[in-house]
């Protein structure tokens, strides 16, 4: 497995502000991924982050309102901008260890609320 | 278009009485199936990785079973320390290592 912190752990923003998220992992990882989690619902994949790459969107995602760092193997940052009330989520980042296994981990989660 | 349905949406048993979670996919070539457990306010635990049909995983009182369009999480006795929410992933082999998750089974056991 793989030992992987977010700071901060939750936050309460006012709206058009924003927020950094950080991602730490105990080991080098290849692929680190940042999720979201609106209330009740489950994951949705935001973007992945590949050491030495602009990270890689999904549809509906974009870099303006959730850019992304990918310094080194094992940090990564995701950051909300211009945040409104329907930012308010979980925000997750995982890691792929690239064992093979294809398995992800998570980290705690950063619970934001946008007021 | 890859999808993942879990059922039920929520299940309350009572200590000690087994039951079944059940995750039905769609998916163009399964790289893997993944089942993770959630806390509220926390992150997902991963608990299994399944990878082709007839594969069994076990783990305390739970197993994970496999086949071409679904997998089943059984869980053998429960215990109150047990209720969660339980999620269900899948990752295609054409989009290696984007993860596709359902929308969970919240799990109460009774004491």
């Known amino acids: 497995s793989a030992v992987i912190s977010q700071k901060p752990s939750r936050d309460i923003c006012q709206r058009g502000t924003s927020l950094t998220i950080q991602c730490q992992v105990d080991s080098q990882v290849t692929m680190m991924f940042w999720y979201r989690q609106q209330p009740g619902q489950s994951l949705t994949l935001i973007a992945t982050?590949?050491?030495?790459?602009?990270?890689?969107?999904e549809s509906g995602f974009v870099i303006d309102k959730f850019p992304i760092s990918r310094p080194n193997l094992t940090f990564s940052t995701l950051t909300v901008s211009n945040m409104s009330p329907e930012d308010s989520s979980i925000y997750l980042c995982?890691?792929?260890?690239?064992?093979?296994?294809?398995?992800?981990?998570f980290g705690p989660g950063t619970r934001l609320t946008v007021l | 278009e890859d999808q993942v349905t879990q059922s039920p949406e929520a299940l309350r048993l009572q200590e000690g009485e087994s039951s079944s979670l059940n995750c039905s996919y769609t998916v163009s070539g399964l790289r893997g199936l993944f089942w993770y457990r959630q806390d509220p306010g926390k992150g997902p635990e991963f608990l299994f990785t399944l990878y082709s049909a007839g594969e069994e995983k076990e783990k305390e009182r739970l197993k994970a079973t496999l086949t071409k369009k679904e997998s089943f999480l059984h869980i053998t006795a429960p215990k109150p320390e047990d209720s969660a929410t339980y999620l269900c992933?899948?990752?295609?082999?054409?989009?290696?290592?984007?993860?596709?998750f359902g929308s969970g089974t919240r799990l109460s056991i009774r004491p």
């Open positions: 995982s890691v792929d260890k690239g064992t093979g296994e294809d398995t992800q981990y």
């Open positions: 982050a590949n050491q030495g790459s602009e990270a890689t969107y």
């Open positions: 992933a899948v990752q295609a082999g054409s989009s290696a290592s984007k993860i596709i």
